[in-house]
């Protein structure tokens, strides 16, 4: 029998432009962050439309950055992140190198 982990929550972020986005709220029900040289939330959506769940904080579903210390096999095992705007999208701003 497995043990089911918790998903790290997104406990802010600052890309208000994002369609999950309400008060700088991520409101996906799970995020993807993906390693575009640097740790790009995938999940970010600019838009007019808004979605997610209102009643659900976004957690990270996955992440592609495996040389953050907290990646585990292409899992955050960090308890919470942040993301805030980078360019025209959003990063993760939890992210740390392992190779500092
Ligand atoms: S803290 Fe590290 S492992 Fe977790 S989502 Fe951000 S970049 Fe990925």
């Known amino acids: 029998?497995?043990?089911?982990?918790?998903?790290?929550?997104?406990?802010?972020?600052?890309?208000?432009?994002?369609?999950y986005n309400t008060s700088e709220s991520c409101h996906a029900f799970a995020i993807?962050?993906?390693?575009?040289?640097?740790?790009?939330?995938?999940?970010?959506?600019d838009g007019g439309a808004k979605g997610g769940i209102r009643d659900v904080i976004g957690q990270v579903g996955a992440c592609q950055k495996a040389d953050c210390v907290h990646n585990v096999d292409l899992e955050c095992r960090a308890t919470a992140i942040a993301?805030?705007?980078h360019d025209d999208g959003s990063d993760c701003l939890t992210y740390?190198?392992?190779?500092?």
């Open 96 to 100: 740390e190198s392992r190779t500092g």
């Open 1 to 19: 029998m497995t043990t089911m982990l918790e998903m790290p929550r997104v406990r802010a972020c600052t890309a208000t432009t994002c369609a």
């Open 83 to 85: 993301v805030g705007s």
């Open 32 to 45: 993807l962050v993906g390693d575009h040289g640097h740790a790009h939330c995938d999940t970010f959506v």
